[in-house]
């Protein structure tokens, strides 16, 4: 059986438009840099040439990287609420520990599960979720699980 993971945030139809555009947006310069070094007119130094050509690819390659990360993480975040809403079961979590969560910037806690619900095997995960007081060892939480593959969103 496959391991537990915890589906990406839910981005709406506009919000992933923005984001794909903001993710286009990134990946634009470095091929406007090489096609401004490769047709000027009249031509530039020598200099000028390889210094738009060294930089419209380093930015080809940097704008490109982000701007395809950023693009299938958008994509991952639609296709797993596509799937929970398909196929996705009521399940509850029961909250099992919570520790302190400090990495990135937002610090909150990180909360070992236990899902359970019709139709799959109860199983173990974890998430990090912001801080609330009412998050507490035994606390139940609503879940949606998709018992193919244990897809799961955890709700507040």
Same mark, same amino acid.
């Given at each position: 059986?496959?391991?537990?993971?915890?589906?990406?945030?839910?981005?709406?139809?506009?919000?992933?438009?923005?984001?794909?555009?903001?993710?286009?947006?990134?990946?634009?310069?470095?091929?406007?840099?090489?096609?401004?070094?490769?047709?000027?007119?009249?031509? +530039? %130094?020598?200099? @000028?040439?390889?210094? #738009?050509? $060294?930089? *419209? !690819?380093?930015? =080809?390659?940097?704008?490109?990287?982000?701007?395809?990360?950023?693009?299938?993480?958008?994509? +991952? %975040?639609?296709? @797993?609420?596509?799937? #929970?809403? $398909?196929? *996705? !079961?009521?399940? =509850?979590?029961?909250?099992?520990?919570?520790?302190?969560?400090?990495?990135?910037?937002?610090?909150?806690?990180?909360?070992?599960?236990?899902?359970?619900?019709?139709?799959?095997?109860?199983?173990?995960?974890?998430?990090?979720?912001?801080?609330?007081?009412?998050?507490?060892?035994?606390?139940?939480?609503?879940?949606?699980?998709?018992?193919?593959?244990?897809?799961?969103?955890?709700?507040?």
């Amino acid at each position: 059986m496959s391991t537990p993971r915890e589906a990406e945030a839910r981005i709406g139809p506009v919000g992933a438009l923005l984001c794909r555009l903001m993710f286009l947006a990134i990946c634009l310069p470095g091929p406007v840099l090489l096609a401004v070094a490769t047709t000027l007119d009249p031509a +530039r %130094s020598p200099t @000028d040439f390889w210094g #738009l050509l $060294a930089g *419209g !690819v380093l930015v =080809t390659v940097i704008g490109g990287g982000f701007g395809a990360f950023g693009w299938r993480l958008v994509t +991952r %975040s639609r296709r @797993d609420a596509r799937r #929970l809403s $398909a196929a *996705g !079961v009521a399940a =509850t979590a029961e909250i099992l520990a919570v520790a302190n969560h400090l990495g990135g910037e937002d610090p909150g806690l990180e909360l070992r599960l236990r899902i359970s619900g019709p139709g799959f095997a109860a199983f173990e995960a974890d998430t990090v979720r912001p801080d609330d007081p009412a998050l507490v060892p035994g606390a139940l939480l609503p879940a949606v699980v998709d018992p193919v593959d244990r897809l799961f969103s955890v709700r507040p």
